[in-house]
């Protein structure tokens, strides 16, 4: 509020007054007043629900296409497409032992070495009655053999010769070719997100690269005068853009290729600038901060004067009410409220499923899980609510319970939230054991 001193008989924007008495009349600075009157007929906007909302971010987001990328280099992406087993896992018959590559028979068997295979050098000799191999695990299987006995289970008894002490069966410790996957198999699904796992099955099928779904280009933008980056000494009425560096986080590892965090001023035009330059560069564009209804909120004007095409601005949600979806040349547009808890559950509400929807992980829609509440929990009666949540089995299933205070700038209770519990809208108390849907958190 600059100059201005909240004094008795005078109150700033949202009434930052000195003591609470009815009907009291306050003279609020001229400038502000005028601004009020403008958003009181301009406001309030109709609620949807979380639901409709969600449903309203899909219908825009579409998976961005398909590139090449060496397979090596693609955990964490997401398949384009059904992945094929170019040949048989393993490739070939091998040893599932060190040992010896004989024919099968009984014990007590006096035989000459004639030959090795190793791992990577199979052996120049076939195998016959009276004769064996040395053998390495993952060496082939000389042609002739029928078992491989372990080296354990045999006695050397002289230069090239050796004695068996057990019988062998015939295909004992042989690893047969394709055993493991057969050639032209399909071994991965399009939509299965690749981690350690997923790589080393699609290199061993004989992949060198993976179609995966194109990463999004997010930028992050924070509004506020009174943000200051990290480390920043804060002069008086400052903090710390903790939201920068959080929902570029969270978009991270959701998958998206994000710009370095922009810092814009709590100012029309420079709020207009920032953004145009990120619609330019960027496929999903998040704005944190400047959607609500105060005085030096210019998100909202901004975007709709560089042509952007709002798809909601309110959901019935607490905390995130002031969330504001749009759309810009195919660019999605998320205007998350600054307050931190507020921004990081309306990106995992909203912009989450998106991105994921982008990228071509399927199920983007759906909340999977449920569970008891732990607690009861005093119900809003117009908005669906939000709770951070830490999660605990037992014979009965999840149960959730409260990380701690859930006010909206209470940063802290993220620690340690696994999930967001979604309290529907209602009267009265929802009592614990109640059954909740339940939103994983990317945090
Ligand atoms: P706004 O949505 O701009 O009205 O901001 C709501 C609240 O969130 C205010 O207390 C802001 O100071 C705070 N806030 C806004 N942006 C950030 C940010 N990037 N990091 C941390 N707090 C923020
Ligand atoms: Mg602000």
């Not at 997010?218 to 929902?247: F, K, Q, W």
């Not at 607690?375 to 959730?400: C, I, K, M």
């Amino acid at each position: 509020m600059g100059p201005f001193i909240t004094g008795a008989g005078c109150a700033t924007r949202c009434s930052a007054v000195t003591q609470r008495f009815p009907g009291r009349e306050l003279r609020v600075h001229d400038h502000i007043l005028k601004h009020h009157r403008r958003q009181s007929r301009a406001v309030a906007p109709a609620l949807i629900t979380v639901a409709q909302a969600r449903a309203l971010v899909l219908s825009h987001a579409v998976a961005l296409g398909a590139e090449p990328v060496p397979a090596q280099d693609t955990l964490d992406r997401v398949l384009a497409r059904d992945l094929r087993a170019a040949g048989p896992v393993p490739p070939l018959a091998a040893s599932a032992m060190d040992g010896y590559a004989v024919s099968a028979g009984g014990a007590g068997r006096m035989l000459e070495v004639v030959g090795e295979s190793r791992a990577g050098t199979p052996a120049g000799t076939a195998v016959v009655a009276g004769t064996a191999a040395r053998i390495s695990t993952g060496a082939v299987i000389p042609d002739g053999a029928e078992a491989v006995i372990r080296q354990e289970d045999v006695e050397v008894v002289g230069a090239g010769r050796i004695k068996l002490r057990t019988p062998v069966a015939s295909g004992a410790n042989i690893r047969r070719a394709g055993e493991d996957i057969r050639a032209g198999a399909r071994v991965l699904r399009a939509g299965a997100l690749i981690g350690p796992a997923e790589l080393a099955v699609a290199v061993a099928a004989g992949a060198r690269q993976l179609l995966v779904g194109r990463r999004p280009i997010v930028s992050v933008l924070c509004t506020g005068d009174e943000l200051r980056a990290p480390g920043e000494p804060l002069p008086p009425g400052a903090i710390h853009n903790s939201n920068g560096p959080m929902l570029a986080a969270l978009a991270r590892r959701c998958g998206a290729l994000v710009e370095p965090v922009q810092l814009l001023r709590d100012d029309r035009a420079a709020t207009e600038t920032g953004l145009s330059a990120a619609l330019e560069r960027s496929e999903v564009v998040i704005v944190s901060g400047g959607v609500s209804v105060g005085p030096h909120d210019h998100v909202k004007p901004a975007l709709a004067d560089l042509g952007a095409q709002k798809v909601f601005w309110g959901v019935a949600l607490q905390p995130g009410k002031p969330v504001w979806f749009g759309t810009h040349e195919g660019t999605l547009v998320f205007g998350l409220p600054g307050n931190p808890v507020s921004a990081a559950v309306t990106f995992t509400l909203f912009a989450w499923p998106a991105l994921r929807a982008m990228l071509g992980l399927p199920g983007a829609d759906a909340p999977a899980q449920t569970a008891r509440l732990g607690v009861p929990v005093a119900r809003n009666p117009g908005r669906e609510q939000a709770l951070r949540v830490r999660l605990e089995r037992d014979a009965h299933g999840l149960t959730a319970s409260p990380t701690g205070p859930q006010a909206s700038h209470i940063l802290s209770s993220l620690l340690g939230a696994q999930a967001l519990a979604l309290v529907p809208a209602g009267e009265g108390e929802l009592p614990a054991g109640s059954e909740v849907s339940l939103q994983p958190l990317p945090l």
